[in-house]
């Protein structure tokens, strides 16, 4: 067997059972290992409903799938198992695969939602590598699906204004930068890279495009309400 094929047979026993892997012992992948073990961890999840991309300092991005088994709609309760990550984000539902330039009158394939992305790791212990998140889907644990911005004209999102509040802690409240200033040229960058990968881009899943209110997590028992000026609220409870 190979060390891929050990390290994502861990993680697949760990969203199976609910108990966190201990890969402490297992060779750490590299960046090809870690896209091949999401693979054969997503082929066991199922469908595929969106994808996460983040900008990598070097090389090509941070990219993972998103199951669908793990999206909901806003107002939904979500499992925790001790605490979950919460991050409030721009996503992009895909209307249709652009065989183009994305960035190309973008307002043709996609359509802007605010989402909150649920994080949390599959992996024992807390001090995990940044190859091994990402083997990880790059420790995404779901998503809260909002309402979208109607009337849309393509136009980019940098600076938002956005609120987040968990529970008694307002996460922020007021101006909201996206990671590296730009939605679009995040969602740009999954569409020149993810390729076939987890079966590739399609209609119906949505992009996410990094967290405007950094990653804070919360027990259950917190209510999460969420807000980006012009696309309305989101919301979830954590039970």
Request: glycine share 12%; net charge negative.
């Amino acid at each position: 067997m190979t060390p891929a094929q050990t390290f994502a047979n861990a993680l697949i026993e760990a969203h199976r059972t609910g108990q966190r892997a201990d890969v402490s012992s297992l060779p750490l992948p590299g960046f090809a290992e870690a896209l091949e073990i999401q693979q054969k961890v997503q082929a066991d999840l199922g469908t595929v409903a969106g994808f996460k991309v983040a900008r990598s300092p070097e090389g090509p991005p941070i990219m993972a799938p998103i199951a669908a088994r793990r999206v909901v709609q806003s107002g939904a309760e979500v499992s925790v198992q001790d605490v979950l990550g919460i991050e409030l984000e721009v996503g992009f539902e895909v209307l249709s695969v652009p065989t183009g330039d994305p960035l190309d009158h973008p307002e043709r394939h996609f359509r802007p939602r605010v989402v909150i992305e649920l994080v949390d790791t599959r992996m024992a212990g807390s001090d995990h590598a940044p190859l091994a998140k990402l083997a990880d889907m790059q420790i995404n644990a779901g998503l809260v699906v909002g309402p979208a911005l109607d009337g849309w004209d393509g136009r980019d999102f940098g600076v938002v204004d956005a609120a987040l509040r968990c529970g008694e802690t307002q996460v922020i409240d007021g101006h909201a930068t996206v990671p590296g200033g730009s939605a679009l040229t995040n969602l740009a960058l999954l569409c020149a890279h993810i390729g076939n990968h987890c079966g590739g881009l399609r209609a119906g899943q949505i992009v996410i495009t990094g967290s405007l209110s950094g990653l804070k997590y919360f027990p259950a028992g917190t209510n999460v309400i969420g807000r980006i000026d012009g696309f309305g609220e989101i919301r979830c409870f954590l039970r």
